[in-house]
Nanobody
Framework: QVQLVESGGGLVQPGGSLRLSCAAS????????MTWFRQAPGKERELVAD????????NYADSVKGRFTISRDNAKNTLYLQMNSLKPEDTAVYYC???????WGQGTQVTVFS
């Protein structure tokens, strides 16, 4: 059974930083591309970043490029999202996901307030 548990969200002022974590279990984490999505109030869920199974290839949405960094630790079955220079428009619930499986975690709330 696929389980994804996100953590690390919180309240932060513009320009601040947060590091999100996603603990994965129930599947062979090292085999799959992993992603971070986010969903802001009243908006559709959007892809923020993805990372190849070995961590060598990453891709980012234009809105976060240069500010966010996705990474993974395959020994710990954990996915990360380092978020720097946060903006109010980054406020959303953030989710990790393997595109191979349908399961979503509960997400972690990030709120950037001025």
């Amino acid at each position: 059974q696929v389980q994804l548990v996100e953590s690390g969200g919180g309240l932060v002022q513009p320009g601040g930083s947060l590091r999100l974590s996603c603990a994965a279990s129930g599947f062979t984490f090292t085999l799959y591309v992993m992603t971070w999505f986010r969903q802001a109030p009243g908006k559709e869920r959007e892809l923020v970043a993805d990372i190849s199974s070995d961590g060598r290839i990453t891709n980012y949405a234009d809105s976060v490029k240069g500010r966010f960094t996705i990474s993974r630790d395959n020994a710990k079955n954990t996915l990360y999202l380092q978020m720097n220079s946060l903006k109010p428009e980054d406020t959303a619930v953030y989710y990790c996901k393997s595109l191979k499986f349908a399961s979503w975690g509960q997400g972690t709330q990030v709120t950037v307030f001025s």
